[in-house]
């Protein structure tokens, strides 16, 4: 009976939004903000990452995204090596424009653009990001 209870609480959570992984499609599940949060808020999202997943680029190369959902340019935080990233905020009417560039001591490496949005209600909040080699 207790394993029935332990499988029906898995399978709660499984569907309830609570879920562990989050997935940006087409970014090999690395990215944030498309579980379900309500139908009183507006998730947080991160997109159209540029250079894409996994792509070799030089170092103090540029990188871009799109962000939709965040309560402003205020609350859009970029780091990579738990270092802060800056960066300039287009505003595009329905998402912002986001453009920065990686460290040009960063060499030989590979690197995660993290990505953190928060959003007016706190549980639509979303944290992403995606990974680049960094050449020599």
Request: with cysteine; charged share 20%.
């Amino acid at each position: 009976m207790r394993i029935i209870k332990i499988l029906a609480t898995l399978y709660a959570v499984s569907f309830s939004g609570i879920g562990m992984a989050q997935s940006t499609g087409g970014h090999g599940g690395h990215g944030g903000g498309n579980g379900g949060g309500g139908a009183d808020c507006i998730k947080a999202k991160i997109s159209r990452y540029t250079p894409e997943h996994l792509a070799t680029v030089a170092p103090g190369s540029e990188f871009s995204f799109a962000a939709s959902g965040s309560n402003g340019p205020g609350h859009i935080h970029v780091s990579i090596k738990q270092q802060p990233i800056a960066v300039t905020i287009q505003d595009k009417d329905t998402f912002y424009q986001v453009k920065g560039k990686l460290p040009k001591e960063i060499k030989n490496s590979v690197v995660r653009i993290s990505v953190s949005l928060k959003s007016k209600v706190s549980r639509c909040d979303a944290e992403g990001g995606w990974l680049l080699k960094v050449s020599e």
